[in-house]
């Protein structure tokens, strides 16, 4: 699943757990640049947010660096903080500590949210946009075989989350040029906050991380704790390793696949799609215009040394499994690889605040 | 080390709650994560309905997935909540020979035997796990176990520690322990420390059934007879474990508040009987005490008491015994050791 459970913490700490970050132009008005951070798996009825945690959304200006084969990401960030109360009765009230240190505050599931200067908030309970067939894929890597189904099950299907939406006046609030690489990450709250989870692009620690058999250097390291840890702009040089080698194999598992090789591995065993894995935020290209389409747009055109053409960054209602595995078994050469679940129980509105409402409990299997 | 904030403990509860309703059948994984989710709210809130359904869902669970040994430990637990030892150490052995990680079946195993008071073998498995992972679920496992053998330096050295491990934003984890430790005080004698114990895992999670109990139970000896009283109601009203309306019995009783001490005692005295008749084992201990004190029939604590050393071989239920027969033969009764 997307970033859903993606490790013990992540398990022993559900209100914490990141489930998806999304990050796209706002389809009515592209002066708008969306952010979305879900949390809570499978959210029963009465979830809430908590009142130790900070989500944040970090912001950097990125830019296809001089050599045209990474991301250059400058050291500008602007942050934006959601916390928030323990209920009072039944409404949740939050605020945003948006970059400039404006607080806005907003009631959680109030649909018209809060807004301040160039930025407007919605926090609540929604349908979880995310959709796959978990079980095949881990099937996938038991079997050593592609096994998904032309129709595949959804275990997501009528789940709920707890979603956090933000619409920025991208011109206003993040200085820099239109393209920027996006975070999300929840840490405790208290003088010193402490990472539990981040997020950037999907299936990162669960798809592309999780699997420990190919690996030939750490085959017993839950590895997914330590990532999560990491700072996505600065990753610790002791543990860089740790995770490239695990990349580097589950990579060229995938890339076999379909008995070929997509990805030729350099002389130093590395597969041509890690380090972009491993600069593991969303990048958007607001200056585009929105794309329903256009996940990892931005990373393919960098390899293959064109200028891109789309938003980048990542849609809700888009099927970024079969891209990703698309991308990984036949690096897009091939036909598209299914995993035979090609859209949520309902899909997100082009409209804010974007997200399904929640589902109910007949919906789920 | 700066201790992080935890999440608040009516936003943690309302959050297991949307766990358990948002999970679903669907798969043994879901089950499984289920059961673990209906037990910690059983502890929590003193559910006794919650262990049931686990214990449900767990055996159907077995028969569904029978060569999944992850749903046998699954079971395995929910038979340990229900003292059902033997059989949750024989779950733990099928799951070994259907070469599940023995890394997870002792974790099971070495509360199934602290359980059973075989306190050197557990304290052997707890100390090896600790060796291998000095997680904070580890080092606070042998807090439990140190805490019930009253081995007092050794559990607070252990909490201190596991404060320092947990990592985690949920109460829970930390609320239990306090528990423990509220325990081990009270087992000492040391009203004052587990007053503190006990507050602390309240501050956590006020609803925090067990906990709120003992805590009226210390009150109670404190001669704080309205505030224990005030703890006692709303949890003899909600909770479906009698322990509750005993404990309110028991102290209305010895305030002279003598007919609504007799409501209590009713309730509490069918409550049990009924539990007993389910669940032999579980409520064996519990019973007993009930029947020592508020109940007033030594005669029915007598066997009961037996039976909880039958399952439970612990210094405590050997206590509970030797207070059963002192008091048979006090009412003039030959009580029988055999």
């Given at each position: 699943?997307?970033?859903?459970?993606?490790?013990?913490?992540?398990?022993?700490?559900?209100?914490?757990?990141?489930?998806?970050?999304?990050?796209?132009?706002?389809p009515?008005?592209?002066?708008?640049?969306?952010?979305?951070?879900?949390?809570?798996?499978?959210?029963?009825?009465?979830?809430?947010?908590?009142?130790?945690?900070?989500?944040?959304?970090?912001?950097?200006?990125?830019?296809?660096?001089?050599?045209?084969?990474?991301?250059?990401?400058?050291?500008d960030?602007?942050?934006?903080?959601?916390?928030?109360?323990?209920?009072?009765?039944?409404?949740?009230?939050?605020?945003?500590?948006?970059?400039?240190?404006?607080?806005?505050?907003?009631?959680?599931?109030?649909?018209?949210?809060?807004?301040?200067?160039?930025?407007?908030?919605?926090?609540?309970?929604?349908?979880?946009?995310?959709?796959?067939?978990?079980?095949?894929?881990?099937?996938?890597?038991?079997?050593?075989?592609?096994?998904?189904?032309?129709?595949?099950?959804?275990?997501?299907?009528?789940?709920?989350?707890?979603?956090?939406?933000?619409?920025?006046?991208?011109?206003?609030?993040?200085?820099?040029?239109?393209?920027?690489?996006?975070?999300?990450?929840?840490?405790?709250?208290?003088?010193?906050?402490?990472?539990?989870?981040?997020?950037?692009?999907?299936?990162?620690?669960?798809?592309?991380?999780?699997?420990?058999?190919?690996?030939?250097?750490?085959r017993?390291?839950?590895?997914?704790?330590?990532?999560?840890?990491?700072?996505?702009?600065?990753?610790?040089?002791?543990?860089?390793?740790?995770?490239?080698a695990?990349?580097?194999a589950?990579?060229?598992?995938?890339?076999?696949?379909?008995g070929?090789?997509?990805?030729?591995?350099?002389?130093?065993?590395?597969?041509?799609?890690?380090?972009?894995?491993?600069?593991?935020?969303?990048?958007?290209?607001?200056?585009?215009?929105?794309?329903?389409?256009?996940?990892?747009?931005?990373?393919?055109?960098?390899?293959?040394?064109?200028?891109?053409?789309t938003?980048?960054?990542?849609?809700?209602?888009?099927?970024?499994?079969?891209?990703?595995?698309?991308?990984?078994?036949?690096?897009?050469?091939?036909?598209?690889?299914?995993?035979?679940?090609?859209?949520?129980?309902?899909?997100?509105?082009?409209?804010?605040?974007?997200?399904?409402?929640?589902n109910?409990?007949?919906?789920?299997? | 080390?700066?201790?992080?904030?935890?999440?608040?403990?009516?936003?943690?509860?309302?959050?297991?709650?949307?766990?358990?309703?948002?999970?679903?059948?669907?798969?043994?994984?879901?089950r499984?994560?289920?059961?673990?989710?209906?037990?910690?709210?059983?502890?929590?809130?003193?559910?006794?309905?919650?262990?049931?359904?686990?214990?449900?869902?767990?055996?159907?669970?077995?028969?569904?997935?029978?060569?999944?040994?992850?749903?046998?430990?699954?079971?395995?637990?929910?038979?340990?909540?229900?003292?059902?030892?033997?059989?949750?150490?024989?779950?733990?052995?099928?799951?070994?020979?259907?070469?599940?990680?023995?890394?997870?079946?002792?974790?099971?195993?070495?509360?199934?035997?602290?359980?059973?008071?075989?306190?050197?073998?557990?304290?052997?498995?707890?100390?090896?796990?600790?060796?291998?992972?000095?997680?904070?679920?580890?080092?606070?496992?042998?807090?439990?176990?140190?805490?019930?053998?009253?081995?007092?330096?050794?559990?607070?050295?252990?909490?201190?520690?596991?404060?320092?491990?947990?990592?985690?934003?949920?109460?829970f984890?930390?609320?239990?322990?306090?528990?423990?430790?509220?325990?081990?005080?009270?087992?000492?004698?040391?009203?004052?420390?587990?007053?503190?114990?006990?507050?602390?895992?309240?501050?956590?999670?006020?609803?925090?059934?067990?906990?709120?109990?003992?805590?009226?139970?210390v009150?109670?000896?404190?001669?704080?007879?309205?505030?224990?009283?005030?703890?006692?109601?709303?949890?003899?009203?909600?909770s479906?474990?009698?322990?509750?309306?005993?404990?309110?019995?028991?102290?209305?009783?010895?305030?002279?508040?003598?007919?609504?001490?007799?409501?209590?005692?009713?309730?509490?005295?069918?409550?049990?009987?009924?539990?007993?008749?389910?669940?032999p084992?579980?409520?064996?201990?519990?019973?007993?005490?009930?029947?020592?004190?508020?109940?007033?029939?030594?005669?029915?604590?007598?066997?009961?008491?037996?039976?909880?050393v039958?399952?439970?071989?612990?210094?405590?239920?050997?206590?509970?015994?030797?207070?059963?027969?002192?008091?048979?033969?006090?009412?003039?009764?030959?009580?029988?050791?055999?």
């Amino acid at each position: 699943m997307s970033d859903h459970i993606s490790g013990p913490r992540a398990i022993a700490d559900p209100v914490a757990d990141i489930t998806d970050v999304f990050a796209f132009p706002a389809p009515e008005n592209p002066r708008h640049l969306v952010l979305i951070m879900n949390v809570f798996p499978y959210a029963g009825p009465s979830a809430v947010f908590s009142d130790a945690v900070i989500y944040r959304f970090r912001v950097r200006p990125a830019s296809i660096a001089s050599n045209r084969r990474a991301f250059a990401v400058g050291a500008d960030e602007f942050t934006f903080d959601c916390t928030f109360d323990v209920p009072d009765g039944p409404a949740q009230q939050g605020r945003c500590r948006m970059p400039n240190g404006e607080i806005v505050p907003f009631r959680v599931n109030d649909a018209n949210g809060g807004s301040g200067k160039g930025l407007q908030v919605f926090a609540g309970q929604r349908s979880d946009p995310f959709f796959l067939d978990g079980p095949m894929a881990e099937k996938t890597i038991a079997t050593k075989k592609l096994a998904f189904k032309e129709v595949g099950s959804d275990r997501l299907y009528g789940k709920n989350v707890l979603g956090i939406v933000l619409t920025i006046e991208w011109a206003t609030l993040l200085e820099g040029g239109p393209m920027c690489a996006v975070v999300g990450e929840t840490l405790t709250t208290g003088k010193r906050p402490i990472r539990l989870e981040r997020v950037g692009r999907p299936e990162i620690k669960n798809v592309s991380l999780g699997a420990r058999i190919f690996d030939p250097v750490n085959r017993d390291l839950e590895i997914r704790d330590l990532y999560n840890s990491e700072d996505a702009f600065d990753l610790s040089k002791h543990y860089v390793g740790a995770y490239r080698a695990r990349l580097n194999a589950n990579l060229a598992f995938y890339d076999g696949l379909d008995g070929k090789t997509d990805w030729p591995l350099d002389e130093h065993g590395n597969h041509p799609l890690t380090e972009l894995l491993l600069a593991d935020y969303l990048v958007v290209d607001v200056s585009k215009p929105f794309s329903e389409i256009s996940y990892v747009e931005i990373e393919q055109a960098l390899l293959e040394q064109r200028p891109h053409t789309t938003c980048g960054g990542r849609w809700l209602n888009e099927d970024v499994v079969d891209v990703i595995l698309t991308l990984y078994v036949n690096a897009g050469k091939g036909p598209r690889i299914r995993d035979g679940v090609d859209g949520p129980i309902t899909w997100s509105a082009r409209v804010y605040p974007y997200m399904a409402p929640p589902n109910g409990p007949e919906a789920s299997p | 080390m700066i201790a992080a904030a935890h999440t608040d403990g009516t936003i943690a509860l309302l959050n297991l709650r949307a766990q358990i309703d948002g999970l679903g059948h669907a798969t043994a994984e879901d089950r499984i994560a289920l059961i673990d989710l209906l037990t910690l709210r059983g502890l929590i809130l003193g559910h006794i309905a919650d262990y049931e359904r686990a214990e449900e869902i767990a055996e159907r669970l077995v028969r569904d997935e029978a060569t999944d040994g992850m749903a046998l430990v699954a079971r395995a637990r929910t038979r340990a909540v229900f003292h059902r030892f033997t059989d949750a150490l024989g779950d733990l052995d099928r799951a070994e020979r259907l070469s599940l990680d023995a890394e997870i079946t002792n974790r099971e195993r070495a509360a199934i035997l602290q359980g059973l008071g075989r306190y050197e073998e557990a304290l052997a498995l707890r100390e090896k796990a600790g060796e291998r992972r000095a997680s904070f679920e580890n080092v606070a496992a042998l807090v439990g176990l140190h805490a019930e053998r009253s081995e007092i330096d050794a559990a607070k050295r252990l909490y201190a520690e596991s404060c320092i491990r947990y990592r985690g934003v949920s109460p829970f984890p930390m609320a239990l322990l306090d528990f423990q430790v509220g325990l081990m005080w009270m087992d000492q004698g040391r009203l004052e420390d587990a007053r503190t114990s006990f507050n602390a895992a309240c501050r956590r999670v006020p609803a925090y059934a067990p906990a709120q109990g003992h805590l009226a139970e210390v009150e109670a000896e404190f001669g704080e007879i309205a505030s224990a009283v005030a703890r006692l109601y709303p949890l003899a009203l909600s909770s479906d474990d009698p322990d509750y309306a005993a404990q309110l019995a028991r102290i209305l009783g010895y305030s002279g508040r003598v007919y609504e001490a007799r409501h209590w005692r009713r309730l509490a005295a069918a409550r049990y009987d009924e539990l007993i008749a389910r669940h032999p084992e579980a409520f064996a201990d519990h019973a007993a005490e009930f029947w020592l004190a508020a109940g007033a029939d030594p005669g029915k604590a007598l066997p009961l008491a037996r039976m909880n050393v039958e399952v439970r071989k612990t210094p405590r239920a050997y206590g509970l015994l030797a207070q059963a027969v002192a008091a048979n033969e006090a009412a003039g009764a030959t009580p029988s050791w055999a």
